[in-house]
């Protein structure tokens, strides 16, 4: 069965903190995406990659940096955990036919307290 | 940039009974995919129906079908035989076709749907 993980499910932070959200495909896909959703709101994108070490940005890139350093895995990283980033965190992958949509993973409810 | 609402927040249906889910859209582009994603309390995405705007036909899956009207940018989602498994947050979202690099689903705000008994 095609997954993608992710590899907390819940995660609680301090403000401050450097955070790491990990994220890896075992579909050989080309592209993955990282996304938050928060209530009323829907799904908002963060950070796209299209291949191993190329990255653009979302709609919403402030406070966040990704890597991607090998094409199976996708990494959302804050470099200093504040509150407003409470959030369930979703991440994504597809292959370069839209037709397909995305698969994703199971989401980290992150908590910065 | 694209748009996409869906101005229903909570919805409720009878076990059996037939729900519709609306969903508008707003944008320039001629060529591009709709979906329906399934969230349930799992929180896990499951993608339950997409239409290729070019395609005039309505998509179905089994209980699952669109209503697509493109000069009108709507895409509600009618489930029929309603199940207590149905009981999700929906989400309909937007993406170009071919766009070069990686295609980026635009996501309206989601309807919470509740079946009951």
């Known amino acids: 069965d095609v997954k993608v993980t992710q590899s907390s499910r819940y995660l609680v932070k301090r403000t401050g903190e450097k955070v790491f959200l990990e994220c890896v495909q075992d579909?050989?896909?080309?592209?993955m995406f990282w996304y938050r959703q928060d209530p009323g709101l829907g799904l908002r994108l963060i950070y796209f990659?299209?291949?191993?070490?190329?990255?653009e940005k979302g709609d919403i890139p402030e406070g966040y940096s990704v890597s991607r350093e090998k094409k199976e895995r996708f990494s959302l990283i804050l470099e200093s955990a504040s509150t407003n980033q409470t959030s369930m965190y979703l991440c994504a992958s597809s292959t370069t036919q839209p037709y397909y949509g995305y698969t994703f993973g199971s989401g980290t409810r992150l908590t910065v307290v | 940039a694209q748009t996409v609402t869906q101005s229903q927040p909570e919805m409720s249906v009878q076990e059996a009974e037939t729900v519709t889910l609306s969903c508008t859209y707003d944008t320039s582009e001629n060529n591009y995919y709709l979906f329906w994603y399934k969230q349930p309390p799992s929180r896990q995405m499951i993608l339950v129906i997409r239409?290729?705007?070019?395609?005039?036909q309505n998509a179905t899956e089994n209980r699952f079908s669109v209503n697509f009207q493109k000069a009108a940018k709507s895409f509600s989602l009618k489930i029929s035989d309603s199940q207590l498994g149905d009981t999700a947050m929906y989400f309909c979202?937007?993406?170009?076709?071919?766009?070069?690099?990686?295609?980026?689903?635009?996501f309206g705000t989601g309807t919470r749907l509740q079946v009951t008994l």
């Open positions: 990659s299209y291949d191993v070490k190329m990255k």
């Open positions: 579909m050989d896909h080309e592209n």
């Open positions: 979202a937007f993406m170009r076709g071919n766009t070069g690099t990686a295609s980026k689903l635009t």
């Open positions: 239409q290729e705007a070019y395609k005039q």
